[in-house]
């Protein structure tokens, strides 16, 4: 028994193509929001993800295959 206040979201989600080389920034403005990049890449290509900074350690990188399989979760 005792008090709560809760808030509801409906979070955006960007879809953008990544261009490969280039630094992206961005901003999560609202909890749940996710910002979701895209790029087309080659069997045996190699990538190398650098997350520099960010203002929140609780930001979470994901790269997923075509079909939605998760290849590597962060």
Do not use: H, K
């Not at 901003?27 to 203002?55: K, M, N």
Request: charged content about 15%.
């Amino acid at each position: 028994v005792g008090d709560y206040a809760f808030s509801l979201y409906s979070p955006p989600m960007a879809t953008t193509e990544l261009p490969l080389g280039q630094e992206v920034s961005g901003q999560i403005l609202v909890p749940g929001e996710r910002d979701v990049f895209t790029w087309t890449g080659a069997v045996g290509q190699r990538l190398y993800y650098d997350g520099l900074t960010s203002a929140s350690d609780d930001l979470r990188m994901q790269i997923m295959t075509p079909t939605g399989a998760s290849l590597i979760l962060n």
